[in-house]
């Protein structure tokens, strides 16, 4: 089963500093067909004007991953962890027991990102938090681990979660086709963060959400240079 999201069907608002799309129930924005898929909770797609962002806040329970596709981020939280991610780059915040943090941009342009909340596979973990470049070259037509909590994914220096799920990402030039597996009982959810697509077959186009479930593998094909993310969790 492939579901298009079309962006122009995603919820949000513009808060004037913040300007967030979501592909799932959020905030403000509640459709009950769109409230999770498998694991996978929360989709975000934020742009943050300069000198702006999200003052300090809780969370817990919960596995934060931040994409940066434009601009740069700055982390900080009451664990002491701080640190600025980069355009390309990823950051995880496993919130566990508890952590409060703030994230702003401190740029002189407007930041773009993809916020991505994963249902951890068990609670009260201890908090974490962790930020890695992650070259683009290096996932030309072919998928690169991002962020996992899989066994298999265990020594390839993704960042670490704690579920049994990983968010990868691939740069796919136009004219390629790259095939992914998908396990029984798994399922995917992508984003071309750049770019369009064909996804077994269907059209998705910059930013629209693709919902993937109860196929043996995903052929994508560009039909623009694409820059692409996606995450691949238990259906359940």
Same mark, same amino acid.
Do not use: C
């Given at each position: 089963?492939?579901?298009?999201?079309?962006?122009?069907?995603?919820?949000? =608002?513009?808060?004037?500093?913040?300007?967030?799309?979501?592909?799932?129930?959020?905030?403000?924005?509640?459709?009950?067909?769109?409230?999770?898929?498998?694991?996978?909770?929360?989709?975000?797609?934020?742009?943050?004007?300069?000198?702006?962002?999200?003052?300090?806040?809780?969370?817990?329970?919960?596995?934060?991953?931040?994409?940066?596709?434009?601009? =740069?981020i700055t982390h900080r939280d009451n664990l002491?962890?701080?640190?600025? $991610?980069?355009?390309?780059?990823?950051?995880?915040?496993?919130?566990?027991?508890?952590?409060?943090?703030?994230?702003?941009?401190?740029?002189?342009? $407007?930041?773009?990102?993809?916020?991505?909340?994963?249902?951890?596979?068990?609670?009260?973990?201890?908090?974490n938090w962790g930020a890695k470049e992650f070259?683009?070259?290096?996932?030309?037509?072919?998928?690169?681990?991002?962020?996992?909590?899989?066994?298999?994914?265990?020594?390839?220096?993704?960042?670490?979660?704690?579920v049994d799920g990983a968010v990868l990402a691939? $740069?796919?030039?136009?004219?390629?086709?790259?095939?992914?597996?998908?396990?029984?009982?798994?399922?995917?959810?992508?984003?071309?963060?750049?770019? =369009?697509?064909?996804?077994?077959?269907?059209?998705?186009?910059?930013?629209?959400?693709?919902?993937?479930?109860?196929?043996?593998?995903?052929?994508?094909?560009? $039909?623009?240079?694409?820059?692409?993310?996606?995450?691949?969790?238990?259906?359940?």
């Amino acid at each position: 089963m492939i579901d298009i999201r079309p962006f122009a069907s995603l919820g949000g =608002a513009n808060h004037g500093w913040l300007n967030a799309r979501h592909h799932f129930s959020f905030a403000g924005y509640h459709d009950p067909s769109r409230m999770s898929w498998g694991r996978l909770r929360v989709w975000n797609d934020d742009e943050i004007a300069p000198g702006t962002g999200f003052d300090a806040h809780p969370h817990r329970d919960m596995e934060i991953i931040t994409y940066v596709r434009e601009g =740069a981020i700055t982390h900080r939280d009451n664990l002491g962890n701080q640190g600025r $991610t980069g355009a390309g780059d990823v950051q995880i915040m496993s919130a566990g027991s508890g952590v409060v943090h703030a994230e702003y941009n401190l740029e002189k342009e $407007t930041t773009k990102i993809f916020q991505i909340w994963i249902v951890p596979d068990r609670r009260g973990a201890k908090p974490n938090w962790g930020a890695k470049e992650f070259p683009k070259a290096a996932r030309e037509a072919g998928f690169e681990v991002l962020a996992s909590g899989r066994p298999a994914d265990a020594a390839t220096g993704a960042l670490p979660l704690n579920v049994d799920g990983a968010v990868l990402a691939a $740069t796919v030039k136009a004219g390629q086709t790259l095939v992914q597996p998908l396990a029984p009982g798994r399922a995917a959810y992508l984003v071309a963060a750049k770019g =369009a697509i064909t996804v077994n077959g269907h059209a998705a186009a910059a930013r629209d959400g693709i919902a993937v479930a109860g196929e043996s593998a995903i052929e994508i094909a560009a $039909t623009e240079d694409a820059e692409i993310v996606m995450v691949e969790v238990a259906e359940g």
